[in-house]
């Protein structure tokens, strides 16, 4: 089992220069992968992005490349004057578009078009990723994610342990229940027939044999044996899914809507004051697990 929510980091250095790694991740219903690189190692987006897909398969993450160069000319901006050029064309066009149409538009600032990207740059010695920066920065990433992955599996034990606990809490309150049946159904019974015996008082002309169809009628409907024998079944399935060393938090969280299924009609069968307690026990250990599993990858 591993946890969703991690962090790692690492820096590598290559000829020129130096590169810091992180990532951060939290839980999410589905992969959510934000990758921030540089222009510099865009090429290297791809590869990067299936380093990471092959560990993560749930969560939502945020890796950030940044890198600093030794030989730096200047950390001052550059203007992109070609880029520039090309911008201030496309706002002439759009602009001649929109009063062929009697629209007016707001007039454009220098600083909306500064916010373009590749308006500015940062002069720098290296122009282009040389083969020394591309296997630094790849292995770097891949001991970066390698480094998350521990973390993860670590939170990830921690999990499984709470998650054990509740089970065993939801499984010694089932055996509770299970164990108030007799005496429940007893009182049941018994509380029918005196309401039958009521009713025959009044009506002379209820036949045993109806009365004895009625309680057997109300017995069945409210039996819940069939609830906890679900619930018995749901608590080794959700054991032996803790146990696998795969992502199971999909599966987890249907497990869970599941025990909550049955502790709902529990509660609502009860018509009995300790089962009524325990059901209200399950209820909250259920709401409990959901919460954890919601980390669960």
Not at 95 to 109: C, Q, V
Not at 177 to 198: S, W, Y
Not at 258 to 273: D, G, V, W
Request: aromatic content about 4%; glycine content about 4%.
């Amino acid at each position: 089992m591993k946890s969703m929510t991690g962090f790692a980091n690492h820096t590598c250095e290559f000829t020129g220069g130096s590169a810091t790694l992180e990532v951060r991740s939290v839980n999410n219903r589905g992969l959510d992968l934000k990758l921030r690189v540089p222009d510099l190692f865009a090429a290297l987006e791809p590869k990067l992005r299936e380093t990471i897909t092959k560990v993560a398969k749930r969560g939502s993450l945020q890796v950030n490349i940044r890198y600093s160069l030794q030989d730096d000319i200047s950390e001052a901006p550059a203007i992109n004057e070609k880029m520039i050029d090309q911008v201030l064309s496309g706002i002439e066009r759009i602009e001649d578009l929109a009063l062929a149409r009697h629209l007016s538009l707001a007039p454009s600032k220098a600083s909306d078009i500064l916010a373009i990207k590749g308006v500015m740059a940062h002069e720098t010695g290296v122009a282009e990723l040389t083969p020394d920066m591309s296997q630094a920065v790849q292995s770097a990433m891949s001991q970066m994610i390698a480094n998350w992955d521990m973390d993860r599996a670590r939170e990830g034990e921690a999990l499984c342990r709470i998650l054990g606990d509740q089970i065993g809490t939801i499984a010694d309150l089932v055996s509770a229940a299970r164990a108030l049946l007799p005496e429940r159904k007893a009182k049941l019974e018994q509380g029918f027939i005196d309401n039958l015996k009521t009713l025959s008082e009044q009506f002379s002309e209820v036949e045993p044999e109806r009365v004895a169809q009625e309680v057997a009628l109300f017995i069945i409907k409210q039996d819940v044996a069939e609830e906890l024998d679900r619930l018995d079944a749901h608590i080794e399935a959700a054991r032996a899914l803790f146990a696998e060393d795969a992502s199971i938090g999909r599966r987890a969280e249907f497990l869970i809507q599941e025990f909550n299924r049955e502790a709902n009609t529990l509660c609502s069968k009860a018509q009995h004051s300790e089962l009524s307690r325990l059901g209200l026990e399950l209820k909250t250990t259920i709401d409990q697990m959901r919460e954890q599993i919601q980390n669960v990858e």
